[in-house]
């Protein structure tokens, strides 16, 4: 299992309209075609005006036929026309988390798998 963390640096005084775009356009197609959302969070102090995005995976190969599918997807296109011009910068990582903690997103993941 590894989860990707997605971190989007935010355009400042566009957090507001990034945030509903994702949740008018975005947010549908994304847990239809990505599930597993780990979470989404916004930061408040430190460096601001970022979104952070955790989508769990059951591996590399998994992730790249969700994401593949996400950007063939009509609805999530809609999505990206109203977002990206918002975005300043975006880093992605690959997170392989321990095997000791994560019970949690490995219940998420198998569950996905059987749908």
């Known amino acids: 299992m590894i989860v990707e963390e997605r971190i989007y640096r935010i355009k400042p005084g566009k957090i507001g309209e990034f945030q509903k775009a994702y949740e008018q356009l975005g947010m549908a197609p994304q847990r239809r075609i990505l599930g597993n959302l780990v979470g989404h969070y916004r930061t408040e102090i430190g460096e601001l005006n970022l979104i952070v995005h955790m989508w ?60």
Request: proline share 5%.
């Open 56 to 115: 769990a995976y059951t591996d590399l190969n998994d992730r790249a036929k969700r994401r593949a599918q996400l950007m063939g997807d009509a609805d999530f296109k809609k999505y990206l026309e109203a977002a990206v011009p918002l975005i300043e910068h975006q880093q992605n990582r690959i997170l392989e988390p321990a095997a000791f903690f994560s019970p949690v997103l490995d219940a998420m993941v198998a569950a996905a798998a059987k749908v």
